[in-house]
Nanobody, 118 residues
Framework: QVQLVESGGGLVQAGGSLRLSCAAS????????MGWYRQAPGKQRELVAE????????NYADSVKGRFTISRDNARDTVYLQMNSLKPEDTAVYYC???????????WGQGTQVTVSS
């Protein structure tokens, strides 16, 4: 079993920055994809950004391109999301997700709240 522990959420004013972190509870070997999703009240969960284990593929939602940067430290089994120029519409619960190809399973973190005030 794998637990994903997120941190770094909080309250920030529009235009500000936050950095989210997500650490896996054990070593993740083989091909995998780690990413961030978010869910605002009354809306469906949506992809924000994702990155493969070899960093060969990085995807961003159009709404965050140029403002958010995803990165990972494979030695620490951790993925990060640097969020700059935050907008009120970025307010949501942000979830870390791991797609582990070896285990053919998807794991989710518990979520961290990000609130951007105008």
């Amino acid at each position: 079993q794998v637990q994903l522990v997120e941190s770094g959420g909080g309250l920030v004013q529009a235009g500000g920055s936050l950095r989210l972190s997500c650490a896996a509870s054990r070593s993740i070997f083989g091909v995998n994809t780690m990413g961030w999703y978010r869910q605002a009240p009354g809306k469906q969960r949506e992809l924000v950004a994702e990155i493969t284990s070899g960093r060969s593929t990085i995807n961003y939602a159009d709404s965050v391109k140029g403002r958010f940067t995803i990165s990972r430290d494979n030695a620490r089994d951790t993925v990060y999301l640097q969020m700059n120029s935050l907008k009120p519409e970025d307010t949501a619960v942000y979830y870390c997700r791991l797609l582990w190809n070896v285990r053919e399973r998807v794991y989710w973190g518990q979520g961290t709240q990000v609130t951007v005030s105008s």
